[in-house]
């Protein structure tokens, strides 16, 4: 109850919102309905996933300029009820279709969630195919990163960091690029963004992934809100890596972070007059080299690199 009586939900509508989508997981099937994605959600219509999370959304992955793979949340479920992302609701299943109309699902076990709005599609070892990058959290641990993938056309787990190891502490991916320039990307995350974050950034290896390198001092959440995108990749400096913006902890403070040498280092730093709300679009001919985030009043706040002009 912590986390909604701070984001100014009354205990009652707390116990209310658990009735009600108690039984809401309780007539949802268990798995994705098994008729192909209509037509509209392959062309960007905006929906979402009919029996999915009430606030999920798509992840798509494109081939040669057309989408050919789409992933989503699915059964709905209550039992893990940290409410960090603004309901008790959580997703016990993974889905993946491909264009064709072949879909893969995966369902978990009762002790696990996935704590998460939306799937990310990456090809994170360079064979072609997109994995699946999931925040997964288990009832007694807290969470976890975790990818997925397609083998021998079932849908498996590949890989995962530890769990925090307490319930009910949470981590918020916070970019997918290659920061270190080893050739595959790496996945960045801020741990326990509420509570004294520490951005983290790991590679796979195996069926593991390993951290690479972190820095204390971040938040890319506010507790009890649906935003979950506060960071954006930017090639700031004048090296080819892609580097990450990423609030401080108190999300006044914008910091940059990146590869140097082969050690992570803040790049730059910048006051920001009110907390930091969400990712905003890119401005129009520089989505490589600048950023745009809103802030919690209607400003926005818009970065270029110094070397801008480097890749236009």
Same mark, same amino acid.
């Given at each position: 109850?912590?986390?909604? +009586? &701070?984001?100014?939900?009354?205990?009652?509508?707390? !116990?209310?919102?658990?009735?009600?989508?108690?039984?809401?997981?309780?007539?949802?099937?268990?798995?994705?309905?098994?008729?192909? !994605?209509?037509?509209?959600?392959? #062309?960007?219509?905006?929906?979402?996933? #009919?029996?999915? =999370?009430?606030?999920?959304?798509?992840?798509?992955?494109?081939?040669? &300029?057309?989408?050919?793979?789409?992933?989503?949340?699915?059964?709905?479920?209550?039992?893990?009820?940290?409410?960090?992302?603004?309901?008790?609701? #959580?997703?016990?299943? +993974?889905?993946?279709?491909? %264009?064709?109309? %072949?879909?893969?699902?995966?369902?978990?076990?009762?002790? #696990?969630?996935?704590?998460?709005?939306?799937?990310?599609?990456?090809?994170?070892?360079?064979?072609?195919?997109? *994995?699946?990058?999931?925040?997964?959290?288990?009832?007694?641990? @807290?969470?976890?990163?975790? /990818?997925?993938?397609?083998?021998?056309?079932?849908?498996?787990?590949?890989?995962?960091?530890?769990?925090? @190891?307490?319930?009910?502490?949470? =981590?918020?991916?916070?970019?997918?690029?290659?920061?270190?320039?080893?050739?595959?990307?790496?996945?960045?995350?801020? *741990?326990?963004?509420?509570?004294?974050?520490?951005?983290?950034?790991?590679?796979? $290896?195996?069926?593991? !992934?390993?951290?690479?390198?972190?820095?204390? &001092?971040?938040?890319?959440?506010?507790?009890?809100?649906?935003?979950?995108?506060?960071?954006?990749?930017?090639?700031?400096?004048?090296?080819?890596?892609?580097? =990450? @913006?990423?609030?401080?902890?108190?999300?006044?403070? !914008?910091?940059? /972070?990146?590869?140097?040498?082969?050690?992570?280092?803040?790049?730059?730093?910048?006051?920001?007059?009110?907390?930091?709300?969400?990712?905003?679009?890119? $401005?129009? @001919?520089? $989505?490589?080299?600048?950023? %745009?985030?809103?802030?919690?009043?209607?400003?926005?706040?818009?970065?270029?690199?110094?070397?801008?002009?480097?890749?236009?």
């Amino acid at each position: 109850m912590r986390s909604f +009586l &701070g984001s100014g939900i009354s205990a009652f509508g707390y !116990l209310a919102s658990l009735i009600v989508f108690n039984l809401l997981a309780a007539v949802l099937p268990a798995s994705a309905n098994d008729a192909p !994605l209509p037509k509209a959600v392959w #062309e960007g219509s905006g929906q979402t996933p #009919e029996t999915g =999370l009430p606030d999920g959304e798509f992840a798509f992955y494109e081939v040669g &300029g057309k989408t050919k793979i789409a992933a989503w949340y699915g059964s709905p479920t209550t039992r893990y009820r940290h409410g960090i992302l603004g309901d008790a609701i #959580e997703a016990g299943s +993974l889905h993946v279709e491909y %264009r064709d109309g %072949r879909r893969l699902s995966l369902t978990l076990p009762s002790t #696990e969630v996935f704590e998460d709005r939306t799937p990310r599609l990456a090809d994170m070892d360079g064979d072609g195919r997109p *994995e699946v990058i999931t925040i997964r959290s288990y009832v007694k641990a @807290g969470a976890s990163v975790a /990818i997925f993938g397609v083998r021998d056309e079932k849908l498996v787990e590949l890989a995962s960091t530890a769990a925090i @190891g307490r319930p009910n502490r949470w =981590l918020n991916i916070a970019g997918i690029a290659d920061y270190a320039g080893h050739g595959t990307p790496q996945i960045s995350y801020v *741990e326990t963004p509420h509570i004294g974050g520490t951005l983290y950034f790991v590679k796979w $290896q195996g069926s593991k !992934l390993i951290p690479i390198a972190s820095m204390p &001092g971040f938040s890319n959440h506010k507790i009890g809100s649906r935003n979950q995108n506060l960071s954006a990749d930017i090639f700031y400096n004048d090296d080819s890596l892609p580097d =990450l @913006g990423v609030p401080s902890d108190s999300r006044r403070t !914008l910091k940059i /972070i990146g590869f140097a040498n082969g050690q992570l280092e803040e790049l730059d730093r910048f006051s920001l007059p009110n907390a930091v709300k969400s990712r905003a679009d890119h $401005q129009a @001919g520089n $989505q490589n080299n600048c950023l %745009r985030l809103k802030l919690e009043s209607v400003e926005v706040f818009d970065l270029c690199s110094p070397h801008s002009a480097r890749g236009k």
